[in-house]
Nanobody
Framework: QVQLVNSGGGLVQPGGSLRLSCEAS????????VGWYRQVSGKGRELVAF??????????DYLISVKDRITVSRDNAKNTVYLRLNSLKTDDTGVYSC??????????WGQGTQVTVSS
């Protein structure tokens, strides 16, 4: 079964950190471009980070407003891409999802994981 599973969200205090996971099954994430998106209250879904596949040299890029606080990485042995969120702010509260754009076939979305930043 081809799917992505998101995990790692939760409740964290301002200034805290989280590591979100995007684990694939049924296909290889290593050859896919993986984007991390977030949906915050009152706004549309926005792309916060992506990492290219092996052919693209695992290049990364970030939404400029969060660039100094997040890091995207991959572990091909675990077929997983991670999003590390640091110095979290209340405005970061939302649902974070990953999307894999494969060389062939349709894009695959994870189910999302809730991040809540609150004191």
């Amino acid at each position: 079964q081809v799917q992505l599973v998101n995990s790692g969200g939760g409740l964290v205090q301002p200034g805290g950190s989280l590591r979100l996971s995007c684990e694939a099954s049924g296909f290889s994430l290593g050859v896919s471009v993986v984007g991390w998106y977030r949906q915050v209250s009152g706004k549309g879904r926005e792309l916060v980070a992506f990492i290219t596949g092996a052919k693209g040299g695992d290049r990364t890029d970030y939404l400029i407003s969060v660039k100094d606080r997040i890091t995207v990485s991959r572990d091909n042995a675990k077929n997983t891409v991670y999003l590390r969120l640091n110095s979290l702010k209340t405005d970061d509260t939302g649902v974070y999802s990953c999307k894999a754009s494969r060389p062939t076939g349709r894009d695959i979305w994870g189910q999302g994981t809730q991040v809540t930043v609150s004191s």
